[in-house]
């Protein structure tokens, strides 16, 4: 089987209760993540070896589970288990940890199969790559787009086709981030929560079943709160988008980041702006608290 050039053999991997190499993992072609992208997932962020804000992803993972009518194939402690077992086996301080389940391998039928397989649970580690000054200083160039994708965005799906293409799109462009506009209104980035700033206020769209709750949506009101930041949940026009003062956005990989170009135009003077530093600033404070906590 091919390898992709650019990833380590060796990386450990999980699959189906067996620990293994990344390269040596094999999958059924009639798996129901294959066929139908049939599963769902999450990606942990590792700072010294333990995952940062574990409670969230696990009750997401739960939650994702739910929603698609799988039962979780692990309790807790096992799925904690697989995630401290990746991480001593790669070794490293800072990881991103990739978990997955699919509905598992059955003669291809659209309705579930029955009776039901066994999940197919696999999970992967790879190094985490921390924001660059580049990013963090001068900031991301993002694009806007219709928000062509399902009305289930709440559920952490690997059937994320919707995403890759715009996503794709703002590459093509040179851009980071495609932002994504429901009928004018904002919903969220292609792999990231999106935030915007007016008049010193952080505003971000609602929960609602068209944008996923980041488990960094919780983590940065707590920092604004924190910072005695106004802040509130409420929808936002594209209008409003391309007149912010300020646009951020945030992901487990890209932790917080500010937006400073938008269609190729400037957000605000065209500069991370004072809401996004200090955030910024409070959320490196968070991980250094995190660093330090006893395990
Ligand atoms: N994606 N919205 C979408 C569509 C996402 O894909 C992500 C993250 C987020 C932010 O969620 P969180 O704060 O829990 O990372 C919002 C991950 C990183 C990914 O698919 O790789």
Not at 21 to 49: H, T
Not at 268 to 279: E, I, N
């Amino acid at each position: 089987m091919t390898f992709p050039a650019d990833l380590h053999a060796d990386a450990p991997a999980y699959l189906n209760g067996q620990w293994t190499r990344l390269a040596d993992c094999q999958v059924s072609v009639l798996d129901r993540g294959f066929l139908f992208g049939d599963g769902i997932y999450e990606v942990v962020p590792i700072y010294s070896r333990r995952p940062f804000g574990w409670d969230g992803h696990f009750t997401r993972l739960t939650r994702s589970l739910a929603s698609v009518h799988l039962p979780n194939p692990h309790a807790p402690e096992a799925w904690r288990a697989v995630v401290d077992g990746l991480v001593s086996r790669l070794g490293l301080e800072d990881q991103f940890v990739y978990l997955q389940v699919t509905r598992g391998v059955a003669r291809r039928d659209h309705a579930f199969p029955r009776p039901a397989p066994s999940p197919t649970v696999f999970a992967m580690t790879s190094p985490l790559k921390r924001p660059s000054v580049q990013d963090r200083t001068v900031g991301l160039s993002a694009i806007c787009l219709e928000d062509l994708r399902w009305h289930r965005c709440d559920i952490k799906s690997i059937a994320l086709l919707g995403n890759v293409l715009a996503r794709e799109q703002a590459v093509a462009q040179g851009a980071a981030e495609a932002l994504l506009f429901r009928q004018d209104q904002l919903t969220e980035g292609a792999a990231s929560n999106i935030w915007v700033v007016k008049q010193g206020r952080l505003l971000y769209p609602p929960r609602s079943q068209d944008l996923l709750e980041g488990i960094r949506r919780s983590l940065l009101v707590e920092l604004a709160e924190s910072l005695g930041i106004e802040h509130q949940a409420r929808t936002i026009s594209r209008q409003e988008v391309e007149e912010a003062d300020e646009v951020l956005l945030t992901s487990a990989t890209k932790e917080v980041l500010p937006i400073t170009r938008l269609d190729q135009a400037p957000v605000g003077d065209g500069h991370p702006g004072p809401l996004y530093t200090a955030l910024r600033k409070a959320y490196d404070e968070a991980i250094d608290r995190h660093r330090r906590a006893e395990p």
